[in-house]
């Protein structure tokens, strides 16, 4: 068969010439144009009298073997064809995610599975390993658990449920926690469930809000002292301006 490199037939006739037995594979054609494989054992015999030389051969088809081995290797090619894929399509995701200034993690509901690199810095840990010993295993270990909930804020229990089934079952409604560092930071949270070779992950993202919070706590504070000062003012004209009549003896006609 064309297929077969010519140094195999210089190998298998220089053995033979040696007196040797010569085993290996060889792809035959078939007389379709098809071909087959046999694992082949030759040995020489030859007669020194007369001074000729024969041969005697064993095949067994190994024709089943080989397109076993040729799919096996197709396989493992296409399987290092797409792992390459992902890789470079994990990278990406990677890079992506790491481009945002956001905390982006996620969780099989118990404990952290991957975070981006505002994570690590905002918590000042190299890995998810030190976060859980420093915090614990879960994201919500980290949160402040003396809120009010009624303000839309989340804690690690939120009454009976946990606050990943809390945010769950309330997928409109916005949510925030506040995580204690030297200061209290405050961050808009959202949460999204995704299956992934069978298992259910959540994606946390966690957008700092704390500037933004400050900045409105900051206006209600100013609009509440501004009608204080509205108020109060109205009480001190009242307390100057006398009541009806009460001038009227000084301005009666003599």
Known sequence: HPDMEKSIYEDMW?????????????????????YYWVY??????CTRVEGSCGYTDIMFDITDKKEVERLKLGLEKLVEERTKELESEKKLIDSII????????????????TANKA?????????????????GPCICDSFENDVD???????????????????????????KVIIKKDIPHIFNITVDKFEFEGKTFI???????????MTKKAIEEMHKHTQ???????L??????????????????N
């Open 40 to 45: 082949a054992i030759i040995s020489p015999k």
């Open 98 to 113: 790491n481009s945002q200034e956001s905390i982006v993690v996620t969780s099989d509901g118990k404990k952290l599975a």
């Open 149 to 175: 909930i009624s303000q839309g804020y989340i804690k690690k229990d939120m009454g009976g449920k946990t606050w990943l089934e809390y945010m769950l079952e309330r997928p409109h409604e916005n949510f």
């Open 14 to 34: 220089k053995t033979l010439r040696d007196d040797r037995t010569w085993e290996g594979e060889v792809k035959n054609r078939k007389k379709d144009g098809g």
């Open 203 to 213: 994606t946390i993202v966690l957008t700092d809000i704390t500037d933004l919070e």
């Open 236 to 253: 001190i004209q009242k307390a100057l301006v006398p009541l009806d009549g009460a001038l009227d003896p000084y301005f009666k006609d």
């Open 119 to 135: 994570f690590y810095e905002f918590y000042e840990v190299n890995s998810l390993d030190e976060f859980m010993q420093k915090y």
């Open 228 to 234: 204080d000062s509205i108020h109060f003012a109205s």
